[in-house]
């Protein structure tokens, strides 16, 4: 007996966790994805992107990352794994779907695709992600800069940038490694709020996940971890670490804003720049859900552990922070969507359908 339709938004790394979750709880899962397949934003990564956690902890459930389970996967890699997955799975996954609006109706939930169809479910997981919505901070001056602006989400590789000066904006992976590549062909600065921490990839020969699978920091709380660990460290080998003490980019604070023909330095000096990039980060992408209100002022979705506060069969997933570090990351999101799909099964709202 089936529970009833649960219908997935985003068929990314989050909406397959999700889908491979409510098919192992009895739901009949629809994932709803805007692009072209189910691979969410990965293929438009930058060309060198690698996972900073190894193929043994970076697969969802059932289906190990082929290749050295040690070895750490590539953006392509990522992509053709997430493909096969979804054939694997089994489940209905329609492309080339846009959700506009959800609303509640009654015991369930009405999806309006933009071609003007709809979907009906039981119950519904908003899995749109945390990578869909490039952030760019307000900076004054911007309008004015002469100069290309362009946020990591679309960068591909440093080829295009030589012979310029750039500054990277950013403390986190990302950053370090889009300026350190960055840096072999262009005059590269990154600028920085507070300076960039590192972690090691490895402690006492093991890889840094293996520890935190041992200790399970990875599973800890945010607001534990908070307690514990201040910021969020860049993982990787000393070579970044030591990039960075020789200058090759150079870390600089934040500048204070642009100039027409590059930025304002925190001293006051300034200095021509041909280009810019933001690796600041994404804001979830979840206007489709204004009608249910379950978003506040800025757009972020209330919920507990990414099950919706005010509306009864409703979760989130992939949020960054969501129930632990790992939330919106390939080696923890299946974590949180067994802990959402088993909170809406129990959920006195859907109706058992034969």
């Known amino acids: 007996m089936s529970r009833g339709r649960l219908l997935v938004v985003g068929g990314g790394q989050s909406g397959l966790a999700a889908a491979r979750a409510g098919r192992d709880r009895s739901w009949e899962p629809v994932v709803i994805e805007a692009g072209a397949e189910p691979v969410g934003s990965w293929p438009r990564y930058y060309d060198s992107l690698r996972l900073f956690s190894p193929r043994r902890y970076s697969a969802l459930p059932g289906h190990p990352f082929p290749g050295d389970p040690d070895g750490y996967p590539g953006r392509d890699e990522v992509a053709d794994y997430l493909r096969g997955y979804a054939e694997r799975l089994g489940v209905e996954v329609r492309t080339n779907a846009r959700v506009v609006d959800v609303t509640a109706d009654g015991p369930s939930f009405a999806v309006e695709l933009a071609d003007g169809s709809s979907l009906a479910g ?25 100069g290309r602006v362009l946020h990591v989400a679309d960068y591909r590789s440093p080829e295009e940038f030589a012979g310029q000066r750039v500054v990277v904006v950013g403390a986190g992976n990302s950053a370090v490694q889009v300026a350190h590549e960055l840096a072999g062909h262009a005059r590269t600065s990154l600028a920085v709020r507070d300076r960039v921490r590192f972690a090691p990839q490895m402690i006492a020969g093991r890889d840094l996940h293996w520890w935190l699978r041992l200790t399970r920091a990875d599973f800890l709380p945010p607001v534990v971890l908070s307690r514990l660990v201040t910021g969020t460290p860049v993982i990787g080998t000393d070579k970044y670490k030591r990039a960075l003490e020789a200058g090759r980019p150079d870390q600089r604070p934040m500048f204070a804003a642009f100039s027409p023909d590059g930025v304002v330095w925190p001293d006051g000096s300034r200095e021509e720049v041909d280009s810019v990039v933001f690796a600041t980060g994404y804001r979830p992408h979840l206007t489709y859900l204004r009608s249910l209100g379950v978003l506040d002022e800025a757009g972020m979705p ?25 939330s919106n990351t390939l080696r923890g999101v299946h974590r949180d969507a067994r802990h959402v799909v088993d909170a809406l099964t129990r959920q006195p709202r859907g109706v058992a359908v034969a």
């Open 122 to 146: 039981e119950a519904i997981i908003a899995a749109s992600g945390s990578f869909s919505n490039p952030y760019t901070p307000t900076i004054p001056g911007r309008e004015a800069f002469g």
């Open 302 to 326: 209330r919920h507990d552990r990414g099950v919706a506060t005010a509306v009864p069969g409703l979760g989130f997933l992939g949020l960054e922070f969501q129930r632990s570090f790992s």
